[in-house]
């Protein structure tokens, strides 16, 4: 048994390394302690009962409470006047590597002050992929006629790329494409899944880099996505039968994966008539674009081994509907990949897919709430990379990244900057940091659960809204009163916030028979604590914790003995859990 003095309790932790339920109020009073004085209002506990989560996350309320418009920064410059490679702090390092990656190291934090921020993004872009998904899956054995109807293999190749991989970058876009191209692998309705949907993130992180137009085709033509929005095989409408063509990929490929329900101008806004949101399209949009979506199937009928959920789809004939289509104000006919090209040419040069896309991207990547401005910046570069290209990559990518309200430090006091941690996120960061190596290939696994582990997973998302939506706001609370968003809280209840400290602590402290951490650095810090949490607050936290929760956490830690039996492991373990439970920790900004 362990326990940590907070004030006049204690957080005791049993022999398996679970918090119990029964102390939780003890985190939760730690947690007030930990709050940040956003410069408003002080937001505590009292925000748990209107929020409806765990004390730790409330002052995400302060974006909305300290936000005179809701809309946060409106102006400033395209690009901020970064430190150049020479004066580049450690912590404006970290922070840049909070967005670009899935976790700051102190070796990437030294590549960053070197290279500079924009010359880590070229190194980024540079580097090629050291193993697909796909052939991982291969090399590992995973193809075994034993795997033909389960998943097996894909959890372990998913957390793999993300905590170890080289590119991080191209790691960290293509996860932000896979949460907006939502699909997830309890969907996708055929065998070998794990190799169906290894073929489909690779679609994803191959063209990371490269142009928006070239993903729309690869995930048209991708098994995994036809399985899992219900269009593979779609027939053409039959006026024997009555039946008609499905619909889900030509109303999802619009509503989610492009140009949205509504109509926006360049800076994300909605466009108006007599003050209601003007439709993108309607249904007969729909009915006339899935005509065109007829006719795909896989490539061959050999179901004995993957290989044919990594090739395009192909097109037969007899299902195809070859007749007139007409949507979004074209139309096409002869049907067939001609069909096919007309409609997704169509749709990347509507007028929303900048807006659409960039915002979600900016999202992902750096806050909730964008200002119109940010947006009109970064959908600028969308629509014209400087070279007349449309739907490059690396220059929407460059655009996010440098971005003044991204990169200048005064972004850091502006109430409406900033995102809750997505929970992969947090687990990531916490590998990364303290250099977690894998042993086997059974660590970690689905961590979907909001009762025992992170409520979310990357590639099971349950429905093509992924886990959450971007356009979610906690009802009831002042950041829904104050028009801004906050899509992560979907997923965040009094239950998962209790599953993750719970499942964060049993990792910190054990690891899993496959995955154990590397705290060499910390043990040596582990007898001074306010080196130690420097440490911590640097790598892990991006520099973010504030003076009041520093003491309140060195507190805790020096309360622990580090001549008593495990003191010193025991003091790393409590600051690396009371870092990882604080609001300062959760909400990056």
């Given at each position: ?94 922070r840049f590597l909070a967005q670009t990656t899935f976790g700051a190291t102190k070796a990437t934090i030294a590549e960053v002050q070197s290279q500079g921020f924009d010359g880590w993004l070229t190194a980024q872009f540079g580097l090629a992929r050291e193993t697909t998904h796909w052939d991982w899956l291969v090399a590992n054995g995973y193809n075994a006629t034993a795997n033909i109807n389960n998943d097996t293999g894909f959890d372990p190749v998913m957390w793999r790329q993300m905590i170890v991989a080289r590119d991080q970058l191209r790691q960290r876009v293509g996860i932000a ?413």
């Amino acid at each position: 048994m362990v326990a940590v003095t907070v004030g006049a309790r204690k957080i005791t932790r049993g022999p398996g390394g679970q918090i119990d339920v029964a102390d939780q109020g003890a985190i939760e009073r730690l947690e007030d302690r930990l709050t940040i004085d956003g410069g408003c209002e002080r937001i505590g506990s009292p925000s748990l009962s209107t929020v409806g989560v765990a004390a730790s996350l409330a002052p995400l309320l302060a974006l909305a409470a300290c936000s005179a418009d809701g809309t946060g920064q409106t102006g400033g410059p395209a690009t901020a006047n970064s430190p150049s490679s020479s004066n580049i702090s450690a912590v404006q390092a970290s922070r840049f590597l909070a967005q670009t990656t899935f976790g700051a190291t102190k070796a990437t934090i030294a590549e960053v002050q070197s290279q500079g921020f924009d010359g880590w993004l070229t190194a980024q872009f540079g580097l090629a992929r050291e193993t697909t998904h796909w052939d991982w899956l291969v090399a590992n054995g995973y193809n075994a006629t034993a795997n033909i109807n389960n998943d097996t293999g894909f959890d372990p190749v998913m957390w793999r790329q993300m905590i170890v991989a080289r590119d991080q970058l191209r790691q960290r876009v293509g996860i932000a494409l896979l949460e907006i191209l939502a699909i997830g692998i309890g969907g996708v309705q055929v065998n070998w899944r794990q190799f169906a949907m290894a073929a489909y993130v690779d679609v994803l992180m191959d063209n990371a880099f490269g142009n928006f137009r070239t993903i729309l085709d690869k995930i048209t033509t991708n098994a995994a996505m036809a399985s899992f929005v219900t269009f593979l095989d779609n027939r053409k409408a039959n006026s024997a039968t009555g039946s008609v063509p499905d619909e889900n990929y030509a109303r999802e490929l619009m509503q989610l994966y492009t140009i949205g329900p509504s109509q926006l101008n360049m800076d994300g806004t909605p466009r108006l008539s007599a003050g209601v949101p003007i439709e993108t399209y309607t249904q007969d949009d729909v009915t006339g674009l899935a005509r065109v979506f007829t006719g795909l199937t896989l490539a061959n009928s050999d179901s004995s081994k993957p290989d044919r959920y990594r090739l395009p789809l192909v097109m037969n004939a007899s299902t195809n509907e070859t007749g007139a289509s007409s949507f979004l104000g074209t139309g096409t006919s002869g049907g067939g990949f001609g069909a096919i090209k007309v409609a997704l040419d169509t749709i990347f040069a509507h007028a929303n897919m900048p807006p659409f896309i960039s915002k979600q991207l900016i999202q992902r990547l750096v806050t909730s709430n964008p200002s119109p401005a940010y947006v009109a910046r970064v959908a600028s570069a969308f629509a014209d990379n400087g070279s007349g290209v449309r739907g490059d990559m690396k220059a929407v990518i460059r655009a996010i990244l440098l971005d003044s309200e991204a990169r200048a430090d005064a972004s850091l006091a502006t109430m409406s900057a900033g995102k809750l941690r997505e929970p992969v996120m947090r687990l990531t960061g916490w590998a990364r940091a303290f250099r977690a190596t894998f042993i086997g290939n059974t660590a970690l696994g689905d961590t979907s659960s909001n009762s025992t582990r992170l409520a979310q997973s990357m590639g099971r998302s349950p429905t093509v809204f992924n886990f959450f939506r971007p356009g979610y706001a906690p009802p009831n609370t002042a950041i829904a009163s104050g028009g801004l968003v906050a899509p992560e809280f979907q997923i965040t209840s009094e239950l998962s916030v209790v599953a993750y400290i719970n499942f964060m602590q049993g990792l910190i402290s054990n690891g899993t028979s496959d995955l154990k951490a590397d705290y060499a650095d910390m043990l040596a810090l582990a007898n001074d604590s306010t080196a130690l949490l420097d440490d911590i607050n640097l790598v892990l936290a991006a520099g973010q914790l504030s003076s009041a929760t520093l003491a309140a956490i060195k507190a805790a830690i020096d309360s622990i003995s580090a001549s008593a039996t495990n003191g010193s492991t025991n003091r790393v373990y409590t600051a690396i859990l009371l870092t990882m439970a604080s609001p300062d920790y959760l909400i990056l900004k």
